[in-house]
Structures are given as C-alpha cells and as structure tokens.
C-alpha cells in the first residue's frame, strides 16, 4: 500500500514540475473581502433583517404564551417516592 501511494505521489510532483499550476484570478462578479471590513450593507437589507428577525421572535415569544406544553410538557411530574418497587424494578426479597 505504501508503494502506491508513493509511486502516486512521485507521479504527482513530476507533473507539478513539468506543468506547473498556474493561479487563475476568476472574476466571479462579487467583491473579495481578503483583510479587510466587509462592505456596508444597504438600508433595505438591514430592514429585512430587523423585520424577519423581530417575526422570529414574535413567533417564539407567542407560542412560548399561548402553548407553553412545547417547553414545560404536558403531564405534571410523577411524584417518585409513590412509586413501588414492582414500578421500580427492585425485586421483592
């Protein structure tokens, strides 16, 4: 296993060294942010932003109100020391 992988590898530098890979500058159309401050976003985008954000939290905060059964659970909590051993799986002596 060590063999081919060297030999892939030797195979890979040879090539490296015959055709060098050159580095291609794609102009994608969007602004590159490589050290330094992202550019400011636009008003409309911030309003966006504050509108779907404050829905979200509308959303949680009203269903938190009116069905809080999704956090808190359905049934009250069992009072374990009413629980026998049989319900507790100890067995009997």
Partial sequence: MLISRGLTTIRTLKNLRTNPVNQIVRHGGHSVNYRSGAP????????????????????ILWH????????????????????TNEELGIPSE
Avoid: C, R
């Avoid at 932003?49 to 829905?55: H, I, S, T, Y």
């Avoid at 999704?70 to 629980?83: A, Q, V």
């Fill in 40 to 59: 400011p976003a636009s008003k409309n985008l911030i309003y966006a932003a504050e509108g779907v954000q404050g829905f979200m939290w509308w959303w």
């Fill in 64 to 83: 938190l109100w009116t069905e809080p059964d999704h956090i808190l659970g359905e049934f009250p909590y069992p009072d374990p020391t009413k629980w």
